[in-house]
């Protein structure tokens, strides 16, 4: 470790502290250019509009094209194996001749759906066998390239013409791969086999130099990519820890581009681009600021946490979408008064409920800020009548229509089951035990969790980016360079948005903000929750929480602004530029680009407990 360890951290900090201490003043009293004092309504939500300008579309299109380029570029193979050789019953075998004895040092192979694991036996004349080892296909095995080492795994006699592979149940295997004692695939072409097993070696083009990231799942995808396939085939999915919705739009990416790691990653990347627009908007209408809704867009866009975590096919991306689009039109509610969009982030509730129960967390957030507003409303004419009124299209659009859309997300869970498809399914007593019973399972199995893992951390940690969680590592054998990534917040903005949720808070008690109020409530509303939960937890839980942590900065420049204060166009551009920088020296623990080893420890590992 170098001395740049200790002093870029250091300085990071002490900058971003820096940019704080220019905020004091606006803690002071709010004064306009020409001496009066700014009014605010008790917790009252302006209602400007904001609206987007022809400068705005140009710098939202922008920020979006290029996050999206940068969001693509490496995001996975588009190539895999597609067919599958499928071992329906215990006992079956794939016999392959290989054209000569050979001795083999490894076998590559890809599984698919399915667990168990295939009793590998070697022949030299096809009628005597000897015994060499197994293959697994364990839960944690599937889609991804896996390597059997004949000699590690202390196997003799590696030398044979014939190969024969036997399932211990019913499996798909997606491809093999045979190599001599040098490390040399050999040619399929020269293989003599069933028919049946010829889905092993039609796409040899397919196995990869060594296996990755790049051309295998990792982490969550093991569940969440195996689910949407499951959902696909119309096979009881494994994973049920989780509403099914998210992992139905990861099967739409699957359904575009095969099952191939691009294609399981395809949606998850396209909804984190599709975030970018919507926050914009979302800015710009609560700030009236091209300027502040550019800057703060481009700090999100290219933020660790919602970069790595998009690219990625589990379903946490989009929860987060959804909990964007049920505060934008909460807020189009509460600084407008209009039912329509009340309406509408209870239908997105519902959709990130159907996808993660974490989005629950978010309508408590939404009803606490609901109630808030009918409190700045209450002198208004009229308020009993327009509150129950309200009350009720409420239990419609953020109760009913939610259940109905959770309910109706459990499609494939009641196919898979043999229940005829169709509306009427859905009206059968089977068909809700399905749905119930899940509920119950969902609820045990979260309540009663007992785990560990080396990249846990807990809320607290969160709060100031103390522990990532690593997704992938690998060193290579010239013993100088390594993969890694993991997720984790860029630290500016980490620090700087804790700092300005304070700051709003002093807002709702110093001037009664509306505005902060639906921040800091928002923010609450995500992380709150995660104090009471004594279970395994990661850095990524912490995802949500950042749309308020953006939105908590975007308030801090607004009022800079409103203070006509000449500084605050630097201070902004300031942290903008300095975020996109560090996303750039980062960017090699973002996406597992091979990296000296001397890099990530003198320059990247900040902490101790960062694991680069």
Known sequence: MSWLTYILPVLAAAFVILLAQRWMPVFASERLPDGA???????????????????????????????????????????????????????????????????????????????????????????????????????????????????????????????RITASAELDLGEIAFYDAEGNMLDADGFDYDAGCAALFDEQDAVPERPGYMNSTYFDEIYHARTALEHIENVYPYEITHPPLGKEIIGLGIRLFGMTPFGWRFMGTLFGVLMLPILYVFLKRMTRSSAIAGCATVIFA??????????????????????????????????????????????????????????????????????????????????????????????????????????????????????????????????????????VYMWEYHSDLVSTHPYASRWYQWLVDARPILYYLEYFEDGTTKSAFGAFMNPL??????????????????????????????????????????????????????????????????????????????????LTGASAALFAAFYPVLTGLRTPIWYTRSLLKWFPSWPF
């Open 37 to 163: 004092v700014r009014e605010r309504a008790p917790f009252g939500f302006e209602a400007r509009s904001g609206r987007l300008s022809r400068l705005d579309a140009v710098l939202c299109l922008a920020i979006t094209a290029l996050y999206a380029v940068t969001a693509f570029v490496g995001l996975g193979d588009m190539s895999a194996p597609q067919s599958w050789c499928r071992f329906t019953e215990r006992g079956q075998y794939a016999l392959v001749d290989l054209g000569g004895e050979t001795g083999l040092g490894m076998i590559r192979y890809y599984p698919g759906l399915h667990t168990g694991e295939y009793r590998l036996e070697l022949s030299s004349d096809g009628e005597s066998w000897r015994d060499a080892g197994s293959l697994s296909q364990e839960y944690n095995d599937l889609f991804k390239w896996l390597d059997y080492s004949l000699a590690a795994e202390g196997v003799a006699d590696t030398s044979a013409r014939y190969v």
């Open 302 to 439: 290219f933020d660790f946490m919602h970069f790595v975590q998009t690219r990625i096919a589990t379903i946490d991306t989009y929860s987060v979408f959804f909990i964007l689009l049920m505060y934008l039109f909460m807020w189009r509610f509460v600084s407008g008064g209009r039912w329509r969009y009340l309406a509408l982030s209870g239908v997105f509730f519902g959709l990130g409920a159907a996808s993660k129960w974490t989005c629950i967390y978010a309508g408590a957030g939404l009803a606490v800020i609901w109630l808030v507003y009918w409190i700045t409303q209450a002198r208004r004419p009229r308020f009993a009548a327009r509150f129950i009124a309200n009350c009720g299209f409420c239990l419609v659009f953020f109760v009913a229509v939610p259940l109905v859309i959770y309910y109706l997300s459990y499609y494939h869970y009641g196919t898979a089951r043999g229940l005829e498809g169709g509306v009427g399914m859905f009206f059968t007593r089977d068909y809700f035990d399905i749905v119930w019973d899940n509920q």
């Open 493 to 574: 903005f980490c620090w700087a948005g804790l700092i300005a949720i304070f700051a709003n808070a002093l807002f709702i008690f110093k001037d009664r903000d509306g505005k902060a109020a639906f921040i800091v409530i928002g923010y609450l509303a995500q992380l709150l929750p995660w104090v009471l939960v004594t279970r395994l937890t990661f850095a990524y839980h912490y995802f949500p929480s950042e749309v308020f942590l953006i939105l908590a900065l975007a308030n801090v420049w607004s009022r800079l602004r409103e203070a006509a204060l000449p500084y605050w166009r630097r201070n902004m551009y300031a």
